[in-house]
């Protein structure tokens, strides 16, 4: 029998007065995390979702996410994780596009979730009300059994070309990375307190956080929204021994003015991933908080974790290591033939951490995995003689903030809908502490107006908070080559542009 959620259950079964999801005060053991999974599953069949039903889940870190998560995998249905900051136009799109049946949202984005549906059920979740809406069906039985390729989660990924594409992620493949990068990375188990910061409707805080300490019987303490100072008092408060993050937060708590004054010695493995880690952010978390990075590579495609560098093995600032157990990486030229140690080609991967396929997306799948199932990233990268491997640059338009992704062609086309607009072009501007700003450069319509601040303002009511640019300026015209394709790289960012 094979299903995710069978790791809650069985944890349930060895440690069900343990803690298994903390949120400050509120404490859920496994055993009423499982029982509560279990009626969330009741509830489901109830709206007639069936195996393989899209279920989508818009919802911070708080422990309802993971009662939600479980019961629809227990169901045998498909669990659409979606970020709580998106707007009605994106909200639409992924239910559309995924043919989610049931939306659980966030009470206080429930209204912007319901004005993008076109159909389905919504379900509000403000915690003390759900609860009790949950605790009176009866707990469903077994979880169902699902074939290990069977999808498990639809998670929407941003494309060039500004549509999302929702990569298939399997029961078994998410279930493999969770047990590799716990048992060779996170060394994780019952005594362990996990950090989930990192937003648990991505993979990275998904498979690393919620998955890897459920099925190892450790605590997930939350944090719905971070605060560098509030994650210090956090690891002070419940003795973390593991925490997971992206550069920024490691800056961030770096930066933290009284740090001093918290106690985080219990502080054990760190691992960090989303974007290049600063060496000198390394090295110096590391001299003042006393534990190890460990910086490792992935992305939603690949369950995420492809590469890491190990814990018990050299570690190489500024790489991001070498692949996990049971994953393989190189590095390939346009033609896809191996390039020299040294030489600079796109990676790609392969093994159990690949997705199934893009939703519904037969040619984007057949673009993005070759008939040998290796899977083309789109970071261009080196390896050296030992093995490491170095990203060097991004193939694809990807910009990251704060460990965002962030498509400018996405940002692009809510541009292009001012009616003032004729050309535009969205870049990254570096940022001290996000990785990268982002930025727009902009020519009008003859003969109309529009100042930076109304298109700005235009795409913010638009688009999710962390994509819309904080910086619009206004030119003349856009660079373009000679097909008069509009070339990103040659925009200039005007000097004094706030970032």
């Known amino acids: ?22 949120l400050d005060d509120d404490v859920l053991s ?24 899209r279920v989508g889940l818009m919802l911070p870190n708080i422990p309802e996410f993971a009662m939600i998560f479980y019961g629809i995998l227990r169901a045998g249905a498909v669990a659409v994780p979606m970020n709580p900051l998106l707007k009605r136009r994106e909200v639409g799109y992924y239910l559309g596009d995924s043919g989610a049946e049931v939306l659980f949202a966030w009470h206080e984005v429930a209204a912007e979730a319901a004005a993008g549906m076109s159909g389905g059920r919504l379900v509000p979740v403000a915690p003390v009300e759900f609860r009790a809406f949950v605790a009176g069906r009866h707990p469903s039985a077994e979880p169902l059994s699902r074939d290990g390729d069977d999808t498990a989660v639809i998670l929407y990924t941003s494309g060039t070309t500004g549509r999302p594409k929702g990569a298939e992620l399997t029961h078994s493949g998410l279930n493999a990375n969770q047990a590799v990068t716990a048992r060779t990375l996170l060394l994780i188990g019952p005594d362990d307190i996990v950090m989930g910061c990192l937003p648990l409707f ?18 997930l303490t939350l944090i719905p929204r971070f605060s560098p100072a509030k994650a210090l008092e956090v690891i002070q408060r419940d003795r973390v021994t593991v925490f997971e993050g992206v550069p920024t937060m490691y800056a961030a708590m770096l930066g933290v003015p009284d740090r001093e004054q918290y106690d985080v010695h219990t502080l054990r493995t760190c691992v960090s991933g989303g974007a290049a880690l600063p060496v000198e952010v390394l090295r110096g978390f590391e001299d003042a908080f006393g534990c190890i ?35 393989r990486m190189r590095v390939v030229d346009e033609d896809r033939r ?7 080609g796109e990676i790609q991967i392969g093994g159990h951490n690949v997705m199934k396929s893009y939703w519904n997306k037969p040619a984007e799948t057949a673009a993005t995995i070759d008939a040998d199932g290796w899977l083309s990233t789109g970071d261009m990268a080196r390896q050296d003689e030992d093995g490491y491997f170095y990203i060097v640059d991004r193939k694809k338009d990807l910009l990251i903030r704060g460990g965002y992704n962030v498509y400018p062609r996405e940002v692009e086309e809510v541009l292009y809908e001012h009616p003032a607009v004729a050309e535009a072009a969205v870049v990254g501007i ?39 640019p904080r910086a619009v300026w206004i030119v003349d015209e856009l660079p373009k080559g000679p097909t008069g394709k509009i070339q990103r790289r040659e925009v200039v960012v005007p000097q004094g542009t706030p970032r």
Do not use: W
Request: hydrophobic letters at 40%; proline letters at 8%; charged letters at 15%.
């Open 1 to 22: 029998m094979t299903n995710l959620s069978l790791n809650l259950s069985e944890s349930a079964a060895m440690y069900p007065d343990h803690p298994a999801i903390r």
């Open 338 to 344: 191996l390039v020299q140690p040294g030489e600079i």
């Open 202 to 219: 991505h993979v990275f805080g998904l498979t690393c956080g919620l998955n890897a300490a459920i099925a190892n019987g450790a605590t």
């Open 30 to 53: 496994y055993a009423a995390l499982d029982d509560a999974a279990a009626r969330v599953t009741t509830l489901l069949q109830e709206y007639g979702v069936r195996p393989g039903s």
């Open 293 to 327: 990075i460990l910086e490792g590579y992935g992305l939603s495609e690949s369950s995420p974790v492809a590469s890491f560098n190990h814990p018990n093995a050299v570690r190489k600032p500024g790489s991001i290591g070498t692949p996990i157990e049971g994953v």
């Open 430 to 468: 570096p940022h001290p502490s996000l990785g990268e700003e982002i930025g727009a450069a902009v020519a009008l319509k003859e003969g109309t107006t529009a100042t930076p601040e109304e298109l700005r303002d235009f795409v913010k009511g638009r688009i999710a908070a962390y994509k819309y």
